[in-house]
């Protein structure tokens, strides 16, 4: 009877000792109230991920604000360049059927002075200008005049020294100085194609627009450019002054043809050098700034 006493105080003992062990066991850790155990390090870990993708969908939506701005500024340009290529265009052609009907000023739309700025100033006529010319030389590269010299080429005189530009060509944002640089790169570059023709054995016959009255003062400006003094040159009679340019000019080519002149090609900016008959077997039509004026 006496063993009971004891075992109930060993038995109160065991249970205190169990605690204490598992008071031990349990050390730092935290008990919550579903049962789940969680060490401050897997806190922190967990706390530190949350950060972490916190800061990760916060910088993808950045990115994304970005890119979406960006791709609306790029599809903004594209469709401004679109626009201003349709304009360029339509303008392009405007100007070419310009010179085909010989339109007026006044008749040139206001919405293509930005082109016609744009052709002068940033050199597009000076280059339209130097391929032609080489598309001239490569063509002629591969041919040869006989030797009884009836093999001729026209070639406008007025485009060596661009006669029908003004000094207040185009409009006021053009300066005098910045018309009289084209006119004379433009004429040089032609005056190379001629001394290159020249030098290959075709005879040059030049042709102007300017009458007889003028004779003096065109052959010294062909001299002064590097011309023998003995060129061909045609010019308008007192009969022909009243005539239309091309009739002048396609009359003087059946005298030439009726002569016995062969014409190998006719080198002309002017659409009126192209009208009628007996012209060369291959033609080439310069780039022309006389058409892209604007109404001042």
């Known amino acids: 009877m006496s063993s009971f006493p004891d075992h109930h105080a060993d038995s109160g003992d065991s249970s205190h000792s169990l605690l204490s062990r598992r ?22 870990v967990f706390v530190t991920a ?9 910088t993808l939506l950045v990115s994304l604000t970005v890119m979406l701005d960006s791709c609306q500024n790029r599809q903004s340009g594209v469709i401004k360049k679109s626009k201003a290529s349709v304009h360029y265009d339509y303008c392009k052609l ?12 006044d008749e040139f739309p206001t919405i293509c002075k930005q082109y016609v700025l744009y052709y ?24 040869k005049p006989d030797n009884d010299r009836l093999d001729v080429i026209l070639m406008d005189a007025d485009d060596l020294f661009l006669l029908d530009i003004t000094d207040n060509y185009i409009s006021s944002e053009l300066s005098t100085k910045q018309v009289e ?3 004379f790169l433009a004429g040089s570059i032609v005056l190379r194609l001629c001394m290159k023709l020249q030098a290959s054995g075709w005879s040059l016959v030049f042709f102007t627009r300017q009458p007889t009255s003028n004779r003096n003062t065109t052959i010294q400006s062909l001299t002064s450019a590097g011309f023998d003094d003995r060129m061909s040159l045609i010019m308008r009679s007192k009969d022909e002054v009243q005539m239309e340019s091309w009739e002048y000019l396609s009359g003087r080519r059946v005298q030439l ?7 190998a090609s006719v080198i002309s900016s002017h659409m009126d050098a192209f009208r009628g008959p007996c012209l060369g077997k291959q ?7 006389i058409h892209y004026k604007l109404e001042q």
């Open 257 to 263: 043809h009726s002569q016995g002149i062969r014409i």
């Open 120 to 143: 002068t100033k940033e050199g597009q006529f000076l280059r339209d200008v130097n391929l032609t010319t080489q598309i001239v030389e490569n063509y002629f590269s591969n041919l």
């Open 23 to 44: 008071g031990s066991e349990m050390g730092s850790q935290y008990v919550t109230e579903n049962g789940v155990y969680m060490s401050s390090f897997a806190a922190t």
């Open 50 to 58: 949350l950060v972490t993708i916190g800061i990760l969908m916060l």
């Open 94 to 105: 405007y100007a070419f059927h310009a010179e085909l009907n010989n339109l007026e000023v």
């Open 181 to 183: 640089d084209v006119k």
């Open 283 to 289: 033609n080439f039509k310069l780039a022309n700034l």
